[in-house]
């Protein structure tokens, strides 16, 4: 068990539909990730988010939004996507960020493989 | 921005060792080290501080060289459950980045 879920796993969905994607993790954590990984590239950092507050958007499109409710809880708001966003996407977790480093280990969600027609 | 890895893909016989390379063009604050086996999340092994430090556990260790912006992963006497992706990812001040990635396959 990781201690970060991630539904749904699979995702197909079409360029017009609204989905989102659901990362919660039991470790206590106040630092959250959105990783987006495609194949033969690396992993690329999406947006972070510590003790709720959004510390990061890596020049991420606006069709994809992230809400971060509270600690324990992270959503990507998916709308009007492009076939190539199809990706597997990941949720990690860290303890926090202190100012601003990362000097701790982030912890993985199994992903939702998302496929866009 | 994000490190280069080196070698892209290794393939061992059990027993062998190998090494993963990975270089930043940008000073390091910290260097981490993950795993990721085909399907499955990234695992995180472990993390190396700015300081030039050495860390293992098991047969897998990783050092550090802060001055020449690298970190390598050492696998001795590699088993079957080493085989997987292996990513650096680098911190530099409040910037993070992954590598490119390591291939390792393990065979009998």
């Known amino acids: 068990e990781t201690g970060v879920t991630q539904t749904p796993r699979h995702l197909v969905m079409g360029m017009t539909n609204k989905k989102s994607l659901k990362c919660e993790q039991h470790?206590?954590?106040?630092?959250m990730y959105w990783y987006k990984q495609s194949a033969k590239k690396p992993l690329e950092l999406m947006f972070v988010?510590?003790?709720?507050?959004?510390?990061e958007n890596n020049s991420v499109p606006s069709r994809f939004s992230p809400e971060c409710p509270n600690s324990s809880h992270l959503f990507l708001h998916l709308h009007t996507l492009q076939p190539e966003d199809s990706a597997l996407y990941l949720c990690?977790?860290?303890?926090?960020?202190?100012?601003?480093?990362?000097?701790?280990?982030?912890?993985f969600g199994d992903g939702t493989r998302l496929s866009i027609l | 921005q994000q490190p280069v890895q080196s070698p892209q893909a290794v393939i061992l016989r059990e027993g062998e060792d190998a090494v993963i390379n990975c270089s930043s063009s940008?000073?390091?604050?910290?260097v981490h080290w993950y795993r990721q086996k085909h399907g499955e999340a990234p695992v995180f092994l472990m993390i190396?501080?700015?300081?030039?430090e050495q860390k293992g556990h098991d047969k897998i260790s990783a050092s550090f060289n802060e001055k020449k912006q690298q970190s390598s992963l050492y696998l001795t006497a590699s088993q079957l459950s080493y085989s997987g992706t292996y990513f650096c990812?680098?911190?530099?001040?409040?910037?993070?980045?992954f590598g490119t990635g390591t291939s390792l396959t393990v065979i009998p």
């Open positions: 990690a977790s860290s303890q926090d960020l202190r100012a601003g480093q990362r000097n701790q280990p982030q912890h």
């Open positions: 470790l206590g954590h106040n630092a």
């Open positions: 988010y510590n003790f709720k507050e959004q510390t």
């Open positions: 940008k000073a390091l604050y910290s």
């Open positions: 190396l501080l700015k300081g030039g």
């Open positions: 990812g680098t911190a530099t001040g409040n910037q993070f980045y």
